[in-house]
């Protein structure tokens, strides 16, 4: 599904719209449509029929420029001989991620967070499945785990970034990203800080 101009329009609306709101289940299609000013009927008949249909579209936005980014790297990755996996995505989708951080913010702060958690699993682990062919011998560890691991730990710093305050802007955070996914949480438990 590619969103254009006008979803996104619809998406900064919703956003606006629940910041406003006191609760998730009092967002209505007329909210965001006199947000927009544009009739609910417009909303429902052109473009989405539910709240629901609308947070799908919106997991779709956010994921389709780092979907397509991933997907080239992966098929491509001569191209990219001097970067592995974690610093690319800290490079490369970390700032595509940040630009949409409004919409990820209403995402993992509960409103629409499983869904997004399992849009996000279903979209990435046959992409990612190649990368850990091979590794269960060394870890004992079966292809599925270590994709959902991956995934799931990827999510989790993902989610603890948008959540602060105010997020710090990609080009200093993806030291930290890549730091946090290449160190185990022993390490990070074991740091003295004298």
């Not at 609308?54 to 936005?61: E, N, S």
């Not at 996000?120 to 590794?135: N, Q, R, T, V, W």
Request: glycine share 2%; with cysteine; charged share 20%.
């Amino acid at each position: 599904m590619q969103c254009n101009e006008i979803d996104e329009r619809i998406f900064t609306a919703f956003v606006l719209v629940i910041k406003e709101s006191s609760s998730y289940s009092k967002i209505t299609l007329i909210s965001v449509a006199n947000k927009l000013g544009m009739s609910r009927q417009a909303l429902y008949k052109t473009h989405y029929q539910s709240i629901d249909e609308l947070v799908i579209a919106l997991h779709y936005f956010i994921d389709q420029n780092p979907q397509m980014k991933l997907k080239k790297f992966l098929s491509q990755q001569a191209a990219y001989q001097h970067t592995d996996l974690i610093h690319f995505f800290a490079e490369e989708i970390l700032p595509d991620l940040y630009s949409k951080r409004q919409c990820l913010q209403i995402l993992y702060k509960g409103i629409a967070c499983p869904p997004w958690t399992r849009f996000i699993m279903k979209s990435y682990i046959d992409i990612l499945e190649p990368y850990f062919k091979g590794s269960e011998a060394k870890t004992g560890l079966s292809v599925e785990f270590m994709m959902q691991l991956a995934v799931t730990q990827t999510l989790t710093i993902i989610a603890n970034w948008m959540n602060q305050p105010k997020p710090e802007n990609p080009a200093t955070f993806s030291k930290k990203f890549i730091f946090l996914m290449t160190h185990s949480i022993n390490d990070l438990i074991s740091i003295n800080p004298d």
